[in-house]
């Protein structure tokens, strides 16, 4: 399997390897990296899978579905590393990403029982473990400078915490994340994790991050990587959930449901990169309906989808919401399911991101043929949810279920729900819904009782850990200071 970039000519046998672009970000050409083409499944095979879900379990499954991805891995080595991330101690339960039933045709499925609480441990543990296989293949040391608001740098940090040939340096806005995200992070004594707490707000240690990776001398002689939403590894990792969370709806229904029936996800979206594994799972054969894309307040997304129209958003067009991490200005992963939704023209993405969004800060694709027929051929609506919706959802799952879901879980089941009950064109019923659970509400405790009055629900291993001892470093806004810091570490 070759990849290649979403802005260069689309020439079969240039592309790059899985291991090649394991430890990238973007291509060089300022694009983002694909897969020549979407490994096809037919119908016995996709029942395989099943059948290997059901009596072997998650991490087999994930060697499965990586493997049609990975050729430059060995298989024994790739599934024995399949075996160490997905494992019941790290994700609390033997499922990894279990299905539960809320209401009539709508289910949950967890993606927030790893160790950070969020869905990012699912694809961030692996990505740790590859990464501490391939440097120790090859001999390198990677260190990876981060900015973070709370949820990727603490899942980056779970996972790379204590791995050989890895150092972390994560920078976050001081006393901006919530006191949970806080603890979770500078509790954290591995002595290849550097907390930096800088005197400003995530976009100063954004700018850090940049002007730092921007000066390639520095980037080379110290090896700096990162973790970001648009690494590949990452995508592919969450791809295999969709398939988990197929198997057990049809397994779990009591309806006709078989293999080949169709299912459909919510997903609370921010940069597009959970719901672009998705839309791979259906490009290679997974009968997926509708892709149901929620946004909060910061609907750059539903916009798309709804308009044909993508305009970023500037500072002050971007809000600081209660579902924080779904706040963002633009969508880093969106540009590779353009790429395909444009039947993968290189020339017309690298307009359209490259060109029309830097000048403009907007394209159109309303008069395009291809949107026209988005919904038929990939499945793609969206929806959008404000905090008063968050509000009212969190208190409807509470009073019904008895169940407490996080601010972006309920983003999700708000949009679901539109989705679930509006008039269908047909007489069918529509398809069964999964809205993917992203967090935790132990990591959003202020909405929580802003909207239900009483303390979430504390998982007994973050107990006390507000009063662990701490290892961070506070530092003024000063990238000459953390070039400094790294250097320093990487010479003792
Ligand atoms: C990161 C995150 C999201 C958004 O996921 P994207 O891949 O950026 O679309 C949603 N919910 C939570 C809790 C997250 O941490």
Not at 166 to 195: C, G, W, Y
Not at 350 to 360: M, P, R, Y
Request: charged share 20%; aromatic share 10%; proline share 4%.
């Amino acid at each position: 399997m070759r990849y290649i970039s979403t802005r260069s000519a689309n020439t079969a046998g240039e592309g790059r390897r899985f291991c090649e672009i394991l430890l990238e970000g973007l291509a060089p050409d300022g694009g983002l990296y694909l897969p020549e083409k979407y490994p096809r499944l037919d119908p016995q095979a996709i029942d395989r899978l099943q059948g290997v879900f059901q009596q072997k379990g998650y991490a087999d499954l994930a060697y499965e579905i990586l493997s049609l991805f990975i050729d430059d891995i060995p298989p024994e080595d790739l599934r024995s590393l399949c075996l160490k991330t997905y494992t019941a101690k790290t994700f609390g339960d033997d499922l990894i990403a279990p299905v539960r039933l809320l209401e009539p045709n709508l289910y949950i499925q967890a993606l927030s029982n790893g160790p950070t609480l969020a869905f990012k441990d699912m694809a961030m543990q692996l990505l740790g473990n590859l990464f501490e296989y391939q440097l120790a293949r090859s001999g390198q040391k990677l260190n990876i400078l981060g900015a973070t608001s709370g949820d990727t740098g603490s899942a980056a940090e779970y996972a790379m915490r204590g791995k050989r040939g890895v150092r972390v340096f994560m920078t976050s806005p001081k006393d901006r994340m919530s006191v949970f995200q806080q603890a979770q992070m500078f509790s954290l004594q591995d002595e290849n994790i550097f907390n930096i707490a800088v005197e400003g707000v995530f976009d100063d240690c954004q700018d850090i991050v940049k002007s730092v990776s921007a000066d390639l001398a520095f980037k080379s002689k110290f090896s700096i990587g990162t973790v970001n939403s648009i690494n590949w590894a990452r995508l592919l990792a969450q791809v295999v959930y969709y398939f988990a969370g197929y198997f057990q709806v049809i397994s779990k229904s009591h309806s006709d449901l078989r293999v080949g029936s169709l299912v459909s996800f919510t997903v609370p979206s921010g940069n597009f990169g959970n719901v672009c594994a998705g839309h791979v799972a259906k490009m290679m054969g997974l009968p997926i309906d509708r892709l149901v894309v929620a946004t909060n307040e910061n609907d750059v997304l539903d916009e798309f989808f709804k308009t044909g129209i993508y305009k970023v958003r500037n500072a002050q067009n971007t809000h600081e919401t209660s579902s924080p991490s779904m706040d963002i200005s633009k969508a880093s992963n969106f540009e590779r399911f353009v790429f395909d939704l444009l039947d993968r023209d290189s020339v017309l993405t690298n307009q359209l991101f490259a060109q029309d969004v830097v000048a403009k800060g907007y394209f159109d694709l309303s008069k395009n043929k291809q949107f026209g027929d988005l919904r038929k051929r990939f499945g793609f609506v969206s929806g959008r949810s404000t905090h008063s919706d968050r509000l009212k959802t969190i208190q409807s799952v509470y009073k019904d279920y008895q169940q407490m879901i996080d601010p972006h879980t309920a983003d999700g089941v708000k949009v679901a729900r539109e989705y679930q009950t509006a008039p269908q064109n047909t007489s069918q019923t529509p398809s069964p819904m999964i809205v993917l659970e992203t967090a935790l509400p132990i990591k959003f405790a202020s909405t929580i009782v802003e909207a239900l009055g009483v303390e979430p629900v504390r998982p007994s291993q973050f107990n006390g850990i507000e009063a662990l001892p701490r290892r961070v470093l506070n530092m003024p806004a000063d990238v000459q200071r953390i070039k400094d810091y790294i250097e320093q570490q990487c010479a003792d």
